[in-house]
């Protein structure tokens, strides 16, 4: 399915209000541990358990972004949309007959495996758009779009809480909410896909040979969309910058997905024993702020980024976000205000980490092929997608097994995620210029490469 090319007098304005519908969609992902507490006592699971659908969406969301970047790229953003669409909204309905008939293990297939495919897709469906459309601001443009995934959670927590409360938190009323949310994605998600547009110069090719030299020989003429370093994605996963890239990725998403998936729970469990406990409602409201933090975080700090540069901006997120999760260790339950606080401010960092890549990807590796260089990188998400919810699910039940309680059973956790801060700032600073044997020469050669790629895929 080939996007519409935009008309001359398009404004380029449109393409970021078809991308926050598909990502404001997907971005309900970080709602998911509000359904954690009532699956774990409708289907008695585990705090580990009842996080695997969430973990096996971001392993999926990673490797069909990894695997179907360069499909992206050569189908174009309205396919992905639609591709997004079908599964995402599929895996709901397949994950609310899984709760209504209590076999948990079809809410991880539909939510985790159909549905992360859908997030993978959805997820980088727009950005090889948005930079060739805003070559200036590549930073605020990617923001601008996956601020909305950021953001998801802001209406999905608030909205999925409502449902439970309306529905019933058990499995019946589980499943209705299910249902309710796929539809309506569904439906929000079309909007999307009837937008997108692309660039004049930029369209997917077609199948005729004349069309495919017609195309090469636009995208020839038109020095805008490859301008200065180009490299290939085949070429970019060989050099050191894009490993390096994919540690710092890595590591900052494990430290801020740690939090989320976790995070309703983890504010109950921390202020259980004060005077002021942690209402459920109230805990879906924290959930609700972090995802607003992690919505503002995706374009205020990308934004900042065109200022003072990527690898700056990325030294922010690595070493003040090690410090917020100390000042949580050390002070954190002592103090409500700071604990939101500092879990306010890694989470902005880990949506601006998100936001902030594409363009930093775009600095080292060019606008050629940017989508599937993308795409790749994201299978360190599939690790971190892992590895988050993990540390600290698994250390929290052990540690309750052991007897403890409260803020006691994040310590240790919140230990290890500091010194995998501390291992992707490192990484980040290692990063430079990409070798001049990595680049394509020239815009037609550059056009040359890619007609024969097609042609070998």
């Keep these: 399915m080939s ?10 304005w449109l393409v970021p209000p078809a991308a926050l519908s598909v990502h404001l969609s997907i971005g309900q992902a970080y709602a998911w541990s509000v359904f954690k507490p009532p699956l774990e006592s409708s289907l008695n699971l585990s705090g580990t358990q009842s996080a695997l659908p969430f973990q096996l969406a971001i392993v999926m969301l990673g490797l069909s972004a990894a695997f179907g ?10 396919w992905a949309m639609t591709v997004a669409l079908i599964c995402f909204s599929s895996g709901f309905l397949i994950s609310a007959l899984g709760a209504e008939t209590k076999q948990f293990w079809l809410i991880v297939l539909g939510y985790g495996f159909v549905g992360g495919i859908g997030l993978g897709i959805g997820y980088i ?33 608030p909205w999925s809480a409502q449902m439970l409360k309306s529905f019933g938190s058990d499995n019946t009323g589980i499943a209705q909410s299910f249902l309710v949310l796929g539809l309506s994605y569904a439906v929000f998600m079309t909007l ?19 069309e495919n030299k017609d195309r090469a020989k636009d995208a020839a003429n038109a020095p805008s969309a490859l301008v200065g370093i180009q490299v290939s994605a085949n070429s970019a996963v060989r050099t050191p910058q894009f490993w390096c890239l994919w540690v710092v990725l890595c590591m900052n998403v494990t430290a801020g997905i740690g939090i989320l998936e976790k995070a309703a729970p983890m504010i109950t469990d921390f202020f259980a024993d004060t005077s002021t406990p942690v209402t459920v409602s109230a805990a879906a409201g924290f959930v609700a702020l972090l995802s607003a933090a992690n919505m503002a975080g995706r374009i205020g700090w990308s934004s ?22 100390a000042l949580i260790a050390l002070f954190g339950d002592s103090s409500k205000p700071l604990f939101i606080l500092c879990a306010l401010v890694i989470l902005s960092f880990y949506g601006g980490g998100f936001a902030t890549v594409p363009a930093y990807l775009k600095d080292l590796f060019g606008t050629y092929q940017v989508g599937a260089i993308h795409g790749r990188l994201l299978t360190a998400w599939s690790l971190a997608g892992v590895l988050g919810p993990l540390i600290v699910n698994w250390i929290a039940d052990h540690q309750k097994d052991a007897g403890k309680h409260g803020a006691s059973l994040y310590d240790t956790s919140f230990v290890i995620m500091i010194g995998l801060l501390v291992v992707g700032f490192v990484a980040n600073e290692l990063v430079r210029p990409v070798n001049a044997r990595h680049h394509i020469p020239a815009p037609r050669e550059a056009a040359d490469v890619e007609r024969q790629q097609s042609e070998s895929a």
Excluded: C, H, Q
Aim: glycine letters at 16%.
């Design 3 to 12: 996007p519409p090319v935009a008309p001359p007098a398009w404004s380029r």
């Design 304 to 325: 900042t980024s065109d200022l003072i540069g990527r690898k700056n901006i990325y030294r922010v997120y690595l070493g003040v976000g090690a410090v917020m999760y």
């Design 192 to 210: 999307g896909v009837l937008l997108v547009r692309v660039p004049r110069t930029e369209g997917p090719k077609g199948d005729d040979e004349g």
């Design 69 to 78: 970047g360069t499909l992206v790229e050569r189908n174009g953003p309205r």
């Design 125 to 157: 469906s727009p950005v090889s758009t948005l930079i060739k459309w805003f070559p200036d601001r590549p930073g605020m443009a990617t923001g601008i779009a996956i601020m909305g995934f950021g953001g998801g959670a802001l209406i999905a927590s």
